[in-house]
C-alpha cells in the first residue's frame, strides 16, 4: 500500500505542470514501452507465438500465406505501377483473396490522430502497392491508389477470419468475408475492430482479380440493447412471416459453426432455406435465399421484406 501510494503522488507531482488529459473522468497516460525500435530488412521467420499479442479471440486466422518477410524484398521502394505479381498468386478465386489478405496482414496505415505501436509497425506502408496490383483495371479507374491507400488510414494490422464462396453472379465470383482490425486511436491506445462485407473477382487472362468489395462495421452495443434484426429466427419469424406472410411452418434451425441455416415450408406450398452468417459482434446477418424447384434443387432467389410491407 506504501507503495502504491508513493506511484500515485510522483504520478500526479509529475504531471502537475503540463495540461491534463483526461479519459473517463481520470488523468491519463500513454502505455509506455521505452525505445522504439525500427525493423530492419533482415527480419526473422515469424512464429505462431505472436498471435497472442495481435487477437483477443482464438478462432483461426486465414491469411497467413507467408510464414516470413522475405516475399516483400523485390517489392522496396517500388511503386504500385512497377509492380509486377506472380501469377501463381491469382490463379483462382481463393487463392486471389487469401494471397491479397496475407500481404495485407503487415501493412499499416497509423496517422498522428490515430497513433499505435512504439516504432515500426510491421511492414508499414510497403503491402499496400503490392496489394493494390490484386484489383482489376476497372476497379484501380474507380478507386485510385491514393484514395486506396487513405482508406487503411489508423489501420495497424489486418486478420481475415471468415471467408465463405456465395452464389455466383454472371460473371463474378462472390465471397464473404470478416475481417479483424487493430486500429490505432487519438489516445495512443489501440482497438480492435470488426467488419464484414462482400468481395467480387473476375477472371482476367485466366487470372482472378479483385473487382468490388464492400464491407460493413460491427458494432458491440447495438444488439445488446436494441432491436431484433440481429436474431435469425425473429428476422425469418417477423420479416417474412409476419410481413411477407410467406412462412407457414418454420423447421428447427440447422447450425455449423457461425453458419445458420433455417428451413421453412412457405404459405405457397414451396420449400425456402435462408442462409445466416454469425458474426464476431454474435449478430446474425441473412447471406442467402434459396427456393427449391421442381427438380428438387435450391435456386438462389432475393426477396425484400421492405416490398411486403409496401403492397
Same mark, same amino acid.
Given at each position: 500500500?506504501?507503495?502504491?501510494?508513493?506511484? *500515485?503522488?510522483?504520478?500526479?507531482? %509529475?504531471?502537475?505542470?503540463?495540461?491534463?488529459?483526461l479519459?473517463?473522468?481520470?488523468?491519463?497516460? =500513454?502505455?509506455?514501452?521505452g525505445? $522504439?525500435?525500427?525493423?530492419?530488412? /533482415?527480419l =526473422?521467420?515469424?512464429?505462431?507465438?505472436?498471435?497472442?499479442?495481435? %487477437?483477443?479471440?482464438?478462432? $483461426?486466422?486465414?491469411?497467413?500465406?507467408?510464414?516470413?518477410?522475405?516475399?516483400?524484398? =523485390?517489392?522496396?521502394?517500388?511503386?504500385?505501377?512497377?509492380?509486377?505479381?506472380?501469377?501463381?498468386?491469382?490463379?483462382?478465386?481463393?487463392?486471389?483473396?487469401?494471397?491479397?489478405?496475407? *500481404?495485407?496482414?503487415?501493412?499499416?496505415?497509423?496517422?498522428?490522430?490515430?497513433?499505435?505501436?512504439?516504432?515500426?509497425?510491421?511492414?508499414a506502408?510497403? =503491402?499496400f502497392?503490392?496489394?493494390?496490383?490484386?484489383?482489376?483495371?476497372?476497379?484501380?479507374?474507380?478507386?485510385?491508389?491514393?484514395?486506396?491507400?487513405?482508406?487503411?488510414?489508423?489501420?495497424?494490422?489486418? /486478420?481475415?477470419i471468415?471467408?465463405?464462396?456465395?452464389?455466383?453472379?454472371?460473371?463474378?465470383?462472390?465471397?464473404?468475408?470478416?475481417?479483424?482490425?487493430?486500429?490505432g486511436?487519438?489516445?495512443?491506445?489501440?482497438?480492435?475492430?470488426?467488419?464484414?462485407?462482400?468481395?467480387?473477382?473476375?477472371?482476367?487472362? /485466366?487470372?482472378?482479380?479483385?473487382?468490388?468489395?464492400?464491407?460493413?462495421?460491427?458494432?458491440?452495443?447495438?444488439?445488446?440493447?436494441?432491436?431484433?434484426?440481429?436474431?435469425?429466427?425473429?428476422?425469418?419469424?417477423?420479416?417474412?412471416?409476419?410481413?411477407?406472410?410467406?412462412v407457414?411452418?418454420?423447421?428447427?434451425?440447422?447450425?455449423?459453426?457461425?453458419v445458420?441455416? *433455417?428451413?421453412?415450408?412457405?404459405?405457397?406450398?414451396?420449400?425456402?432455406?435462408?442462409?445466416?452468417?454469425?458474426?464476431? /459482434?454474435?449478430?446474425?446477418?441473412?447471406?442467402?435465399?434459396?427456393?427449391?424447384?421442381?427438380?428438387?434443387?435450391?435456386?438462389? *432467389?432475393?426477396?425484400?421484406?421492405?416490398?411486403?410491407?409496401?403492397?
Amino acid at each position: 500500500m506504501k507503495n502504491l501510494t508513493r506511484w *500515485i503522488k510522483r504520478t500526479f507531482h %509529475r504531471n502537475s505542470t503540463k495540461k491534463l488529459t483526461l479519459v473517463m473522468g481520470a488523468l491519463y497516460e =500513454p502505455q509506455q514501452f521505452g525505445q $522504439p525500435v525500427e525493423r530492419s530488412k /533482415n527480419l =526473422p521467420v515469424r512464429t505462431t507465438d505472436l498471435e497472442r499479442y495481435f %487477437r483477443p479471440s482464438c478462432i $483461426p486466422i486465414k491469411n497467413t500465406l507467408f510464414k516470413d518477410f522475405q516475399f516483400f524484398d =523485390p517489392y522496396y521502394e517500388k511503386s504500385y505501377k512497377e509492380v509486377k505479381l506472380p501469377a501463381a498468386l491469382t490463379r483462382t478465386a481463393e487463392e486471389t483473396i487469401l494471397n491479397y489478405f496475407s *500481404i495485407l496482414r503487415e501493412a499499416e496505415n497509423l496517422t498522428d490522430q490515430q497513433m499505435g505501436g512504439c516504432g515500426t509497425v510491421g511492414m508499414a506502408k510497403l =503491402p499496400f502497392p503490392v496489394a493494390y496490383n490484386f484489383f482489376t483495371d476497372d476497379y484501380q479507374k474507380r478507386v485510385s491508389y491514393h484514395d486506396y491507400l487513405q482508406s487503411f488510414a489508423g489501420i495497424g494490422h489486418l /486478420n481475415l477470419i471468415k471467408m465463405n464462396r456465395l452464389p455466383d453472379e454472371g460473371d463474378t465470383v462472390s465471397y464473404f468475408i470478416e475481417l479483424e482490425t487493430i486500429e490505432g486511436s487519438s489516445k495512443g491506445v489501440t482497438y480492435f475492430a470488426y467488419y464484414f462485407g462482400y468481395i467480387q473477382l473476375k477472371k482476367v487472362h /485466366n487470372l482472378y482479380k479483385i473487382d468490388r468489395m464492400k464491407l460493413y462495421g460491427e458494432d458491440f452495443l447495438c444488439a445488446a440493447y436494441h432491436l431484433w434484426q440481429h436474431d435469425a429466427e425473429a428476422v425469418v419469424g417477423i420479416m417474412y412471416g409476419e410481413w411477407c406472410k410467406l412462412v407457414k411452418k418454420q423447421l428447427p434451425v440447422k447450425q455449423d459453426g457461425y453458419v445458420k441455416i *433455417i428451413d421453412f415450408t412457405g404459405t405457397d406450398g414451396a420449400d425456402y432455406r435462408f442462409v445466416f452468417y454469425r458474426l464476431t /459482434n454474435d449478430t446474425d446477418v441473412l447471406i442467402s435465399q434459396f427456393k427449391m424447384d421442381a427438380a428438387g434443387v435450391w435456386k438462389p *432467389i432475393t426477396i425484400d421484406p421492405e416490398e411486403c410491407l409496401k403492397n
